[in-house]
Each structure stands twice: as structure tokens, then as C-alpha cells.
């Protein structure tokens, strides 16, 4: 149980292109989902919190107009890296909030890794 | 600026033996705290998670908490190869949805 899925799993584009993640819950039903970016050798640092039918909440330093997220289901949260710059090549992670193990315990998707040429 | 610190690393322990990983937090209203491990190159996959004080073991894992002391640990008993990774410990914040997470603890087991 608690299985999160991305896709793409890995993603080459151009400078100026837009690029959607989706991250989706398979076997569980998230009401909240959690977006973070993880730079080489660093830890996960999250960009914003999307719950389902209402905006995400973005931290701070992170552009809203520039990540788009929408979470339309209980299963599924995009996150839409608009107008790629080189320096947005990371390595994107969802995860969603499930019951089992504990309210507040985060299951992760297995990335998406984005290289902006 | 609530903060998750670990030691980075690397600890090399040799196959066979305990590995303490330790981590400790600034905000003391926490109430969950987990352990990731995550492979290079992959995401974390959740370890432990514990809510009180004292031990929660499973199978080779112990997670040890003391929230007098704001300090949560990991023990892996008969470290593994396998088990070379990097440890994430993360803390959720009183009254949020969100986890802070350390900067990890690479552990290194060689045969």
C-alpha cells in the first residue's frame, strides 16, 4: 500500500519550454500533496503544499507563476515548470499525505529528474 | 528558522555491526519524526516513523526518540551493504502539514 507514482521519470527540454509533472496516488486516496526539489548533494527542500480543489500554498522563495500546481482529484497533483531555465534542472519529488502509518506520514514518487539544455 | 541537523558524513561501519545515526531539532512542539533512506539517485522511502518517547523497533531498526532532549536516533542492527544509503531524518512541525528534512547521514558498510 501507500504507492505514489511520477511521471516522467526523467526530462530533457529546451530553455523556454514548460514542462508537467504528475503525481499520482495509486492505491490511496491524498487530500494533500507535497512538491520538493532536490539539488546534487543536498536534502529535499519543499516548494509547495497542494491540497485537493483549493491553490497550493508555496514557500517561501518559490514563484507560484513559474511552478503552476494543480491538484484536480484526491489522486493526482501536476506540477508545471513554466518557461525552464537551466538552472531549474533538479530533481522533482512528490509525495502524499496517507492515513496508514500516520496522519502526517509522507509517501514519496520516485522523482522526476529535469535537465534544461 | 526551524532547523533538522545531522552529522553528514560518511560513517563506515563495517558489515556485522550497529550503525547510530543521530539527528536533532530545533522545534519543540514536534510531535512525528521519521526516518527516510534514500539510494543516489532515487527518492526517500520511508524507514520509521515514531510519535513517543523511547524505542520503536522493526525488525533490524530502532528508532529511539527524547523529545526532553529534542533528539531522535536510528540503529541498524547487523548493518547490511545493502544498507549504504542516505539517511534522511525528518520532523513535522507543530500544527502544519509540512516535514523538515536534515541534510542526511551517508552510511557506508563495506564488507
Known amino acids: 500500500g501507500a504507492v505514489v507514482s511520477q511521471h516522467p521519470s526523467r526530462v530533457i527540454c529546451k530553455s523556454g519550454t514548460s514542462v508537467k509533472i504528475e503525481c499520482r496516488s495509486l492505491d490511496f486516496q491524498a487530500t494533500t500533496m507535497f512538491w520538493y526539489r532536490q539539488f546534487p548533494k543536498q536534502s529535499l527542500m519543499l516548494m509547495a503544499t497542494s491540497n485537493e480543489g483549493s491553490k497550493a500554498t508555496y514557500e517561501q522563495g518559490v514563484e507560484k507563476d513559474k511552478f503552476l500546481i494543480n491538484h484536480a482529484s484526491l489522486t493526482l497533483s501536476t506540477l508545471t515548470v513554466t518557461s525552464a531555465h537551466p538552472e531549474d534542472s533538479s530533481f522533482y519529488i512528490c509525495?502524499?499525505?496517507?492515513?496508514?502509518?500516520?496522519?502526517?506520514?509522507?509517501?514519496f514518487g520516485p522523482g522526476t529528474r529535469l535537465t534544461v539544455l | 528558522q526551524k532547523e533538522v541537523e545531522q552529522n553528514s558524513g560518511p560513517l563506515s561501519v563495517p558489515e556485522g555491526a550497529i550503525a547510530s545515526l543521530n539527528c536533532t531539532y530545533s522545534d519543540r512542539g514536534s510531535q512525528s519524526f521519521f526516518w527516510y533512506r534514500q539510494y543516489s539517485g532515487k527518492s526517500p522511502e520511508l524507514i520509521m516513523f515514531i510519535y513517543s518517547n523511547g524505542d520503536k523497533e522493526d525488525g533490524r531498526f530502532t528508532a529511539q526518540l527524547n523529545k526532553a532532549s529534542q533528539y531522535v536516533s536510528l540503529l541498524i542492527r547487523d548493518s547490511q551493504p545493502s544498507d549504504s544509503a542516505t539517511y534522511l531524518c525528518?520532523?513535522?512541525?507543530?500544527?502544519?502539514?509540512?516535514?523538515?528534512f536534515g541534510t542526511g547521514t551517508r552510511l557506508q558498510v563495506f564488507p
Open positions: 525528518a520532523v513535522a512541525l507543530y500544527n502544519t502539514d509540512k516535514l523538515i
Open positions: 509525495s502524499a499525505r496517507g492515513s496508514s502509518g500516520g496522519t502526517d506520514t509522507q509517501y
